[in-house]
Every structure is written in structure tokens, then in C-alpha cells.
């Protein structure tokens, strides 16, 4: 599930004014999506990046067992720490991948690094196409790449356009740039689950990839004017 973060794609758009680059938006949960996002699947799977959902989640079973076995509902209700365990075994050992060995066992970490190696180049194909046709002469742009730290979920990914100077911001993009985010990061070859496996095997869920606009060569340039 990729959406693309930008001020016309988001609820909260306060929560997109940032100091620093790269800026993290995972944490932001619903308001990252457009309003009316409801009825779509990658509205109910943002909902679980909120932990206060997640926990709620793992405390289910205990309000099931008070109703199918009545009698022993006031045991139940007092044992917090077999709350508190399962909470933690549902947060440690179900939804992360918290340790080096467990790591390990997902992806060994060469194959991991080449996925972020990957990721890197098509987002510069990514950024250079942009940066063509908008006919920027000079800049950084950051492409931001973020994947959820959650496994044995469906992987939700964030991107964002950003830059540093001349302060901080999120670029808005057209639905021209969206496309060309969507089509150009991950395919059949190169699939969003499979570098969710390598950010969860390196334990990194944060990708910055870069481009001075200066670099962009006249080719590209040419192909982008010629493609307007």
C-alpha cells in the first residue's frame, strides 16, 4: 500500500510543516490520508500504526473470556499482568522484528542492503525525471521513502517529495509526479513487499534518497520537455 504524501493528499496538513529533512510521517497515523479515506483498505491498516488500536487489539481476548466464562470474569479483570504480557508479546515477538538473530533470519543482510541499493537507484530515476521537468537548475531534493516497522502486516509505505532550502518543506506534486512515484519505485521485479522484507532485516524503515538538481544531465532534460 504506497500512498504519496503531499499537501493535497493528507487531512492534517499542519503536520506537514517540517524543520528538518528527512522528516518522518508514519507517526501521524489517519491524518496522513485524504479525508473520506475510510472506506479504503489502507485507511484500517494506517489505523494499526496507532499504538493505543494495537493494544486494544491484543487486550481483546480478555473481555471474550469474561463473557464465555462469567464466573470467572473478576479473576480475569484482576490479572494485569497477564495484560500487560500479552501486550507485550503482541507488540515484541508478533508485530516486530526486534533482535539481530531474528533479523538474520528474515534476509541475510547483503541481499537487504542490495534492496536499499535498489530502492536508491530508482528513486534517483524517480527524482531526476521530476527535477527535468520542472526545469530545476539547482537544489537538493530529498525522495522520502518510509516503511512501517510492523511485520506480518501488509506493508504500508510513505512517500514524500522534500527539500531543505530555501527552508524545510514538503513539496506538493501533480498527478503526473504521483504516477511517476508510483510506477517507477516498485513493480513486478521490485515489489513493495520485498523491500519491506529488507527494511526489516536491516531494521532501518527510514530511506533518503537524494539529488542535486545540478547533476540532472541534458538528456534527461530533453526527454522531459519532449514527454510535456
Request: charged share 20%; proline share 5%.
Amino acid at each position: 500500500m504506497l500512498h504519496v504524501v503531499t499537501p493535497s493528499t493528507v487531512s492534517n496538513r499542519s503536520a506537514l510543516k517540517i524543520r528538518k529533512v528527512p522528516r518522518s510521517f508514519i507517526g501521524f497515523g489517519l491524518g496522513m490520508l485524504p479525508r473520506g479515506a475510510m472506506t479504503r483498505s489502507i485507511y484500517w491498516r494506517m489505523a494499526m500504526e496507532i499504538n493505543f488500536l494495537r493494544y486494544c487489539a491484543a487486550l481483546v481476548p480478555f473481555p471474550l473470556a469474561m463473557l464465555i466464562f462469567p464466573e470467572k470474569a473478576l479473576l480475569i479483570g484482576q490479572a494485569p499482568a497477564l495484560m500487560f504480557l500479552a501486550v507485550y508479546f503482541f507488540e515484541s515477538r508478533l508485530l516486530s522484528v526486534d533482535t539481530p538473530e531474528r533479523r538474520r533470519r528474515l534476509m541475510a543482510e547483503e541481499e537487504a542492503e542490495r534492496g536499499a541499493d535498489m530502492l536508491g537507484a530508482r528513486g534517483r530515476e524517480v527524482l531526476t525525471q521530476i527535477a527535468a521537468q520542472r526545469g530545476l537548475g539547482a537544489g537538493v531534493l530529498h525522495l522520502v521513502v518510509e516503511q512501517s516497522a510492523l511485520a506480518r502486516l501488509p506493508p504500508i509505505t510513505l512517500v514524500s517529495l522534500q527539500r531543505a532550502e530555501p527552508q524545510p518543506e514538503v513539496l506538493d506534486l501533480s498527478a503526473q509526479e504521483q504516477a511517476a512515484i508510483r510506477a517507477g519505485l516498485f513493480d513486478g521485479t521490485f515489489t513493495e513487499k520485498h523491500m519491506h522484507t529488507c527494511s526489516l532485516a536491516l531494521g532501518r524503515f527510514l530511506h533518503d534518497v537524494s539529488l542535486d538538481a545540478r547533476g540532472v544531465s541534458a538528456h534527461a532534460r530533453l526527454a522531459a520537455l519532449a514527454a510535456s
